[in-house]
Nanobody, 123 residues
Framework: EVQLVESGGGLVQAGGSLRLSCAAS????????IGWFRQAPGKEREAVSC????????YYSYSAMGRFTISSDNAKNTVYLQMRSLKPEDTAVYYC????????????????WGKGTLVTVSS
């Protein structure tokens, strides 16, 4: 059974940092890219960043570039999203998900979703 379990969300002030973790199991880590997606209240779910399980190739959305860093620990089948300089508009539920590769870091390419972790950034 495929499982993607997110952790690390919470409440943080604007300008602060958070690190999200995604623990993956039930599939071969190298066969996929793992991504972070988010959904803000009243908005569509969008891609934030993806990382290849095989070669650590990465993709960042425009909003994430320069502030967020995605990384993976293949020995632990875990992907991290380090978020810095957080803004109130980063408030959302953050989901971990699998996509075929980083070039398809988009919601319609997702095969498996985690349940999400809430990030709230106060102004």
């Amino acid at each position: 059974e495929v499982q993607l379990v997110e952790s690390g969300g919470g409440l943080v002030q604007a300008g602060g940092s958070l690190r999200l973790s995604c623990a993956a199991s039930g599939f071969t880590f190298d066969d996929y890219a793992i991504g972070w997606f988010r959904q803000a209240p009243g908005k569509e779910r969008e891609a934030v960043s993806c990382i290849s399980g095989s070669d650590s190739n990465t993709y960042y959305s425009y909003s994430a570039m320069g502030r967020f860093t995605i990384s993976s620990d293949n020995a632990k089948n875990t992907v991290y999203l380090q978020m810095r300089s957080l803004k109130p508009e980063d408030t959302a539920v953050y989901y971990c998900a699998t996509v075929p590769h980083t070039e398809k870091c988009v919601t319609f390419a997702v095969e498996y979703w985690g349940k999400g972790t809430l990030v709230t950034v106060s102004s």
